[in-house]
């Protein structure tokens, strides 16, 4: 079974700053996709980023940007520059082979001004 | 513009009542999923469907039932059976094409039980 730990629960990042969210996952496929999920106050779930295991190349989009560490299992969430929009809960996703996707317990991230 | 839409966004179910809750979408997506999320336990897929007219049990389906007649809708009926049903509801849809399932997800709807 596909596996995804989240192990930081809260944190908190100054506004401008740039904060790390940690994210493994335990799997014995070796073509899978992983993704940074994010839901603010309003509860609606949007995609930030989105990585396809077999690409070499860590994805980014404008201030998110991931760290891929295949052998590790590890897939890190890096948010540039915070703003106060960022607060928010981040969920980190695995789907792999047949399973469907599957969530970790997620991590409040809290941006002070 | 296309979306999913979730309603309603509050429901208020009695004991031994049955309550339905609605999903929409019009991206004209094949798949469509329901999920429970609970403080501190994350996503948890309830049932999902591929194509209309078939659907399939996810991780917690007892308690649950759905329909898909509709490719547009998929929903959720909540039955007596489920003993804790006080939760937020997420549904989501993707497209069967892609292989990594990126979900598109509704506003959600909370349940609480009276």
């Known amino acids: 079974a596909q596996t995804v730990t989240q192990s930081q629960p809260e944190m908190s990042v100054q506004e401008a700053e740039t904060v790390t969210l940690s994210c493994t996952y335990d799997t014995s496929e070796n073509n899978y996709y992983l993704f940074w999920y994010k839901q603010p106050p309003s509860r609606q779930m949007i995609l930030v980023i989105r990585?396809?295991?077999?690409?070499?190349q860590n994805a980014t989009e404008n201030r998110f940007s991931v760290n891929f560490q295949k052998a590790a299992k590890s897939f890190s969430l890096k948010i540039s520059d915070s703003q106060l929009g960022d607060t928010a809960m981040y969920f980190c996703?695995?789907?792999?082979?047949?399973?469907?996707?599957?969530f970790g317990i997620g991590t409040k991230l809290q941006v002070i001004p | 513009d296309g979306g999913i839409t979730q309603s309603p966004k509050y429901l208020f179910r009695k004991e031994g009542q049955n309550v339905t809750l609605s999903c929409e979408q019009n991206l004209n997506h094949d798949a469509m999923y329901w999920y429970r999320q609970d403080p501190g336990q994350g996503l948890r897929l309830i049932y999902y469907?591929?194509?209309?007219?078939?659907?399939q049990k996810g991780d917690i389906a007892e308690g649950y039932s759905v329909s898909r007649e509709k490719k547009e809708s998929f929903p959720l009926t909540v039955t007596s059976a489920q003993k804790n049903p006080t939760a937020f509801y997420l549904c989501a849809s993707s497209i069967t094409s892609d292989p990594g399932e990126t979900q598109y997800f509704g506003p959600g709807t909370r349940l609480l039980v009276l």
């Open positions: 996703a695995f789907k792999g082979g047949y399973q469907k996707v599957t």
């Open positions: 469907s591929q194509i209309v007219n078939d659907f």
């Open positions: 990585q396809e295991a077999y690409k070499q």
